[in-house]
């Protein structure tokens, strides 16, 4: 690699220009394709990090956010070697630059694909790279480098950590469930009453039904988190939607004087995907039965006038110890669980993406009587061939 200044140090605004498309720089408006956009754009405004080296392999762009992922002063980087401003190493202790050679080696290379490097102390940086040549075979006249942090990949490979560990710790607990129960039954099937086999079975069934549902979670989670989540839209009475999952709650044993529902009537007519509104439904009323207390109120009434599209609010409330206010920022994130300990703790974030993905909002606050207040909005979202 070439170390000395052939020329004086130039800008981040030349830089910017070297960047455009050949035959563009300097020439009149009407010289330009149709279409073409200066854009203009401070390398100090980009989100990620930028470098930039000349041919000779000195620095002559480091913008802002590379001074925050390397924590290298931008006075330390410009007009050095690049290798010196980036010592890079791989994971394996190898120097980047020397292993990749931007400027030698063959001269159909375009650049190197992200990869996780080490800066000296052990940070961690994301790095690809381009090789911008005048030619597809010429000399390389810029290397232009994108760093960025791994904060972002770390959270996220946390995150999936703690699902796989969440997943295994609820499914070891009825499947361990039901290979006792069925082993026992297989093995010693003649010696127990018909009242024992069917207590046994119906652990079994519920054990199993606790499984299916983890298994549907993780699987509205996966749609969720890739925007795949397929709605099937069609006409819904949220209010007649209500009063089913309360004759179920109070078919299970619920109290019926414990719930309160209020319909402000009209209502405009929803468009939505009838089991996906079930399923917010049926956690939010469930959540508010057993950790809340009291009277649980469900009130169905027209969105609040804030904008021009129509919709339907749905506010549940309870009136139990309700959610610190210190915690309420993390209802609607994975494995929030409050106070109180099991379930899966994926219920409102995946309550959350249902809404969203009809295009709706859901909040949570205190509700009059000082316990939580989850309320949804779905908007009217008539389908256009009905406009």
């Known amino acids: 690699m070439a170390v000395g200044m052939s020329r004086p140090r130039e800008t981040h605004a030349a830089v910017v220009r070297a960047c455009e498309p050949p035959g563009t720089a300097g020439e009149p408006d009407g010289s330009r394709e149709l279409g073409a956009v200066d854009v203009g754009v401070d390398p100090d405004d980009l989100p990620d990090g930028l470098v930039v080296a000349d041919e000779t392999g000195r620095v002559i762009c480091f913008n802002s956010a590379a001074v925050r992922i390397t924590a290298v002063p931008r006075a330390a980087a410009l007009g050095r070697c690049l290798e010196h401003a980036l010592p890079l190493e791989d994971l394996k202790g190898r120097r980047w630059w020397t292993l990749t050679d931007p400027y030698g080696g063959l001269a159909t290379r375009v650049g190197q694909p992200e990869r996780n490097l080490l800066l000296p102390g052990g940070r961690e940086v994301l790095v690809s790279a381009r090789y911008v040549r005048e030619r ?170 804030k904008s021009d599209e129509k919709g339907t609010a749905v506010t549940v409330s309870d009136e139990g110890p309700g959610i610190p206010e210190e915690s309420m920022g993390r209802v609607f994130t994975r494995f929030w669980r409050g106070s109180k300990r099991g379930g899966t703790g994926l219920g409102l974030y995946i309550v959350k993406g249902i809404v969203e993905a009809h295009g709706g909002t859901i909040t949570v606050g205190r509700g009059p009587g000082g316990g939580a207040e989850f309320r949804f909005i779905l908007p009217v979202s008539t389908p256009a061939y009905l406009v």
């Open 136 to 305: 597809p075979t010429g000399p390389v006249r810029r290397v232009v480098i994108s760093l960025r942090g791994t904060e972002a990949r770390r959270r996220n490979e946390r995150s999936h950590a703690e699902l796989i560990a969440t997943v295994a710790h609820e499914l070891r607990s009825p499947l361990t469930s039901v290979k006792g129960f069925t082993a026992t039954l297989l093995a010693k099937w003649e010696r127990f009453t018909d009242d024992q086999k069917r207590l046994m079975l119906e652990t079994v069934d519920a054990d199993a039904g606790r499984v299916t549902r983890l298994i549907a979670e993780l699987l509205d989670i996966s749609r969720i988190d890739s925007g795949r989540l397929e709605l099937r839209r069609q006409p819904v009475d949220l209010s007649a939607a209500v009063e089913r999952h309360i004759q179920a709650l109070t078919a299970s044993g619920q109290n019926p004087d414990r719930f309160l529902v209020r319909t402000c009537q009209p209502l405009p007519a929803v468009w939505a995907d009838p089991d996906k509104v079930d399923q917010v439904l049926g956690n939010l009323l469930e959540n508010a039965v057993r950790h809340g207390e009291g009277t649980v109120t469900i009130e169905v009434a027209p969105a609040p006038a």
